[in-house]
């Protein structure tokens, strides 16, 4: 399904996938092995960045797709919280919708939280892109997914275009928002097993 206009946000993210020498999401940077996706960076570099990007993720009180409320801090009990940063345009984010929530369903058990960041729903200045996310809830119905997918505030969606080029992108977080670990690409189910089970351990 292809969209018919395309958002600021998406213009920025090509601009700076270009400056930067990358394809933003290509459907050939998906993973090979299915184990680390393309690329699977344990938190660390800049730890302050680091730290304040999944406290920002975790203390979030936005609204969803559906224009609903929605707070996020709510998981702070949860042993990981997975975000997931997807667009409609973006073919293996699209792709990859079903594994993700077959994932948090699996993982639910084990105090696991997954959340979508729908990152086109919403253009540069922070107003609803009411076409994204009309597309948006279509594809995730489609996918029959369950968990929850959230529209990112101005905030939120600087600090995600500043931190990565590519979509989609990933960030586990613990308990006390603590960066544990970020996907830049798609993983397969054996993929997201594995790094669901080695962030679990960390």
């Known amino acids: 399904m292809k969209r018919k206009t395309i958002s600021k946000w998406v213009a920025v993210v090509l601009a700076l996938a270009l400056a930067c020498g990358f394809a933003a999401c290509s459907d050939d940077k998906k993973a090979d092995s299915g184990a680390t996706g393309n690329t699977t ?12 990007l999944g406290k920002l993720l975790l203390d979030a009180k936005i609204k969803d797709i559906d224009g609903k409320d929605f707070d996020v801090s709510a998981n702070k009990g949860a042993a990981l919280t997975v ?38 729903a919403i253009d540069l200045e922070g107003k609803a892109d009411d076409l994204a996310r009309k597309e948006g809830k279509t594809l995730l119905t489609a996918a029959k997914v369950s968990s929850p997918n959230i529209m ?16 989609p992108t990933t960030y586990i977080v613990g308990p006390n928002g603590e960066l544990v670990d970020k996907i830049v690409g798609a993983l397969d189910y054996d993929g997201w097993k594995k790094a669901i089970e080695k962030a679990l351990k960390s």
């Open 152 to 167: 990112p505030d101005k905030a939120m969606l600087n600090s995600l275009i500043s931190d990565s080029s590519s979509m």
């Open 83 to 120: 975000f997931n940063v997807w667009a409609t345009w973006c073919s293996p984010c699209v792709d990859e919708l079903p594994t993700i929530d077959k994932i948090a369903k699996e993982y639910e058990s084990k105090n696991v939280r997954v959340i979508g960041i729908m990152a086109d």
């Open 41 to 52: 960076e344990t938190a660390g570099g800049d730890a302050a960045d680091a730290s304040a």
